[in-house]
């Protein structure tokens, strides 16, 4: 079946540094995909999403890249903050599909 | 702007004993509605969804069930719980194939 992973369970940086979290996915019928940021106890919370007509999309302080052709999804974070340190989800959709998630990546930041 | 409660934030419940959980969507009208559960270090897990009233779908067999008695209560129900169904439940708001937006969260303790 389809699924979503993210190559490294754990990421630590120095505060500061720019983040790279990585998410591949199998499914080339997928047309949304999205990271979501966890702290924890709470629940997911938005970060930035992307469509498969897109390859860029740029927000505050995060970009996401989408490579359609080796089926790879990338969050990256400038000047990594304290305040970044969570569990960071990716997840994809087909047209009007329901959200397949990964499994997760821990950032943490060091000060 | 919408918002998203669920309670109880906390529950420690028996095996054996009964489960409700509930979930309320503010600022939106007739809006998809999700259950997921999220087991400890893991990734998300979808469990139910409804486009509407008295609509639910499974996504996974399982010793729980759901009901959507209005436009936007989400409940979470069990007659007799096991140990495996500890984890963290969580309700979340949104389109198929788009952006969904989470509740805080109910952690479940069965002992």
């Known amino acids: 079946g389809e699924s979503v992973g993210l190559h490294l369970p754990t990421l630590s940086v120095q505060e500061g540094d720019n983040s790279i979290i990585n998410c591949a996915y199998s499914?080339?019928?997928?047309?949304?995909f999205i990271w979501y940021k966890q702290e924890s106890g709470k629940g997911p919370q938005f970060i930035i999403d992307?469509?498969?007509?897109?390859d860029k999309r740029q927000g505050q302080r995060v970009t996401v890249l989408l490579n359609k052709t080796v089926k790879h999804l990338s969050l990256q974070i400038a000047a990594t903050q304290p305040g970044d340190s969570a569990v960071y989800f990716c997840?994809?959709?087909?047209?009007?599909?329901?959200?397949?998630f990964g499994q997760g990546t821990t950032l943490q930041v060091k000060p | 702007s919408q918002t998203i409660h669920q309670w109880p934030a906390t529950l420690v419940q028996p095996v054996g004993s009964p489960l409700s959980l509930e979930c309320t969507v503010e600022?939106?009208?007739?809006?998809?509605l999700y259950w997921y559960r999220q087991a400890a270090g893991r990734g998300l897990q979808l469990l139910f969804y409804s486009v509407g009233i008295g609509q639910i779908s499974s996504e996974v067999p399982q010793n729980l069930s759901a009901s959507r008695p209005q436009d936007r209560q989400f409940i979470l129900s069990s007659k007799k719980l096991l140990l495996s169904d500890s984890g963290f439940y969580l309700c979340?708001?949104?389109?198929?194939?788009?952006?969904?937006?989470f509740g805080p969260g109910t952690r479940l303790l069965v002992l």
């Open positions: 979340a708001w949104g389109g198929l194939g788009e952006t969904q937006y």
């Open positions: 499914n080339s019928a997928s047309d949304y």
């Open positions: 992307i469509r498969s007509n897109m």
């Open positions: 997840a994809d959709a087909p047209f009007l599909g329901k959200l397949i």
């Open positions: 600022g939106t009208s007739n809006p998809n």
